[in-house]
């Protein structure tokens, strides 16, 4: 029988890497409290001051433990910072898998990734079969037709056996992710390829193989809705996106006052302006 | 004191013990951390799901550390290690076993002078040695096997028909001391195991793998099945033999004799151990076994072959029997003499198997061993004898 996730018990997952994320992440998971207030939370922060290796420490209700990412980031205020962290996501996630899906049931996992800078306003209605291998995600489609179709991981969710398709799937994102993180690779898309692509290629390779699982592809504007349009709040999404990317990416632009104060994002009318916009500043429009 | 274990997976389902020990310092007042190298366990669990919920264990505030050893160099976890190490002002480092937790330990001890102990389970000693096994047991303070039977093998008291590379090992006395596992003292019966004239069910835990030679004891129950109409076998566990088996006890006429359950959970098994007369360990090699001692918890005579912690959990006649590993003949005759016993006198052997195992291997007497031993190991003094 089909359900609507938010009827389901689930682990919600993030983690936030650098400083400038914290806060997001916060904003983050206090609308995830107030949507879906059973579901545990695993969240990490890094990276930890004292390790040799990449660490963050990781809240959940197994209680606090450091996971060391396995690869040097090697960091260096470059845009290369960013494509690394944003690789480490394939690896967090089949470590929740591994570690933390239990919380709500021993054998079988269900778990939600969120960016740090998503902004739930509803709970999440995303339809699935409760026992059946799933990753579901919003989706890009190229209407060019050139290939380039995506998963959009800003939102996730990943149903299944512990040692089922889904956690191979993962297995196999998190290697990948790890692979790329040691050794970028060239940047061949029209927009900064991330772990995202690296999913999306996962995904094609199990699509091909004998085992079985379900892809649902999400609608872009309702899970990742992007709320600004000239310089004003147009709309909400079921899920907001406030695309910290335009922030961290690029070494220039980290000191940019963006996203938005909490409260305009979280209580701010339909074509309130932004504050403090300027349209000559503006990058995404 | 401040103590950092290192272990192969944190928490495991399949090392429950860990998890007690742990909790048993923690409410002593220790200040404890772990650090879970990530990497496999035994052979024969992979793929056996299970979870544990260190809160429900009150462990969810002791710090971890998680590492992936497949993805780490050996100096990449011993840095990180050391770390952690320093983060929580660890006193002493105890490794479980004495493959890469004891190679890492021995790492950051070189690096920081941390003094650290090493727990040894059988695959440790009598199959796969660490390559470091030499450096392992000259820098650590004290190398704890979890039973005599592997202490001996160890440094060559008793020697095993093939050895692996490193053993004997060159283990000064002074720092050997077996440290067994153990149960918490909830879990002894009050009263011996409920015995019958009727009805006498012979049971064995475990893996069914080859190593555990339960087609001994079904050869054993298929000799006896027409003297003892009431004898029945259950097998709890699960594994790569168990068409074999059903298809030996099917061959031998005692297929609706012999039950195996596949393998079950640890709560799931204790309850069935619950239904046995009399248990049976014929394993070929062990390093302690805890099912026997679970099984002498239970209140049961126990027949036993000599490897693990057997010669420890049985005083032959008094609460069971031990025989050689293979010697069918032998099991067969142990069984005949319990069966023909009655249920009085196996009662009575019963009543012997609380009393010994009890007190050899309760949590209450082994865990304050256990501390003495970080304790010495900390201080520098000699470890209590």
């Given amino acids: ?285 | 004191m401040n103590i950092m274990y290192i272990v192969q997976h944190w928490p495991s389902l399949f090392e429950t013990y860990m998890c007690r020990e742990v909790q048993w310092m923690k409410n002593r007042g220790h200040k404890v951390a772990v650090v879970s190298l990530g990497s496999e366990g035994p052979m024969g669990f992979r793929g056996v799901s299970g979870y544990i919920d260190p809160s429900a264990l009150g462990l969810d505030e002791v710090p971890v550390l998680r590492l992936e050893a497949k993805h780490l160099s050996k100096d990449e976890m011993a840095g990180e290690a050391n770390s952690f190490a320093r983060r929580h002002n660890a006193d002493l480092i105890d490794a479980h076993f004495a493959r890469e937790p004891a190679e890492v330990a021995c790492d950051v001890h070189a690096a920081s002078g941390i003094p650290f102990t090493v727990r040894m389970r059988g695959g440790d000693v009598h199959s796969n040695t660490s390559p470091k096994l030499g450096s392992i047991v000259d820098r650590a303070s004290a190398i704890c096997p979890v039973s005599q039977f592997l202490a001996d093998v160890l440094v060559g008291r008793r020697k095993l028909k093939s050895a692996p590379n490193g053993i004997p090992a060159d283990v000064s006395p002074g720092k050997l001391r077996v440290l067994p596992y153990n149960l918490s003292a909830k879990y002894l019966s009050r009263e011996p195991a409920k015995q019958s004239d009727d009805v006498q069910i012979v049971g064995s835990i475990g893996r069914l793998v080859p190593l555990k030679r339960f087609q001994d004891i079904i050869a054993a129950v298929a000799g006896l099945s027409r003297e003892f109409p009431g004898l029945r076998l259950l097998i709890i566990g699960g594994g790569v033999l168990e068409a074999d088996l059903l298809e030996q006890a099917r061959r031998l006429g005692v297929a609706d004799r012999v039950e195996i359950t596949g393998f079950k959970s640890w709560d799931e098994t204790m309850h069935l151990a619950g239904r046995f007369h009399i248990y049976v360990q014929p394993s070929e090699l062990e390093g302690f076994c805890l099912t026997a001692v679970e099984a002498a918890f239970k209140g049961v005579p126990l027949v036993l072959s000599r490897t693990g912690i057997h010669e420890e959990c049985v005083e032959p006649g008094t609460n069971g029997y031990l025989f050689d590993a293979g010697d069918v003949a032998a099991l067969r005759g142990h069984l005949r003499s319990l069966l023909s016993a009655g249920a009085n006198r196996r009662r009575e052997m019963g009543s012997a198997s609380l009393e010994i195992a009890g007190g050899r291997f309760s949590e209450e007497n082994v865990m304050p061993r256990i501390e003495s031993v970080f304790q010495s190991a900390i201080s520098g003094a000699a470890l209590p004898s």
Wanted: with cysteine; proline share 7%; aromatic share 10%.
């Fill in chain 1, 1 to 285: 029988m089909i359900k609507r996730v938010d009827e389901l018990p689930a682990v919600l997952t993030c983690f936030a890497y650098r400083r400038e994320y914290f806060a997001e992440m916060e904003g983050m998971l206090a609308t995830v409290r107030e949507h879906h207030p059973d579901w545990p939370i695993v969240a990490g922060r890094g990276p930890v001051e004292g390790f040799d290796l990449p660490t963050l420490e990781v809240e959940s209700p197994l209680g606090k433990s450091y996971w060391t990412i396995p690869v040097p980031l090697e960091l260096d205020g470059s845009e290369n910072d960013w494509l690394r962290v944003v690789r480490v996501k394939g690896w967090w996630l089949a470590q929740v898998w591994r570690n933390c899906a239990g919380l709500v049931d021993a054998d079988f996992c269900r778990v939600v990734w969120a960016d740090a800078d998503a902004r739930f306003n509803g709970a999440l209605d995303i339809e699935v079969e409760p026992d059946a291998e799933v990753v579901a995600g919003p989706w890009w489609h190229d209407r060019e037709g050139k290939g380039l179709d995506t998963i959009c991981s800003g939102l996730l969710l990943f149903q299944g056996a512990k040692e089922g398709v889904v956690g191979e799937i993962l297995n196999q994102w998190s290697s990948n992710c790890l692979a790329q993180i040691r050794n970028l690779p060239v940047q061949n898309k029209p927009w900064p390829d991330s772990d995202q692509e690296v999913l999306t290629e996962v995904l094609g390779s199990f699509s091909n193989s004998a085992a079985s699982f379900s892809l649902i592809k999400l609608e872009m504007d309702k899970y990742v809705g992007y709320p600004i349009k000239d310089g004003k709040l147009v709309k909400r999404a079921l899920v907001d996106s406030w695309y910290m990317i335009d922030k961290m990416r690029l070494p220039e632009t980290r000191e940019a006052a963006w996203p938005p104060p909490e409260e305009y994002r979280r209580t701010a009318a339909i074509g309130t302006p932004l504050p403090g916009w300027n349209p000559d500043d503006d990058r995404r429009e």
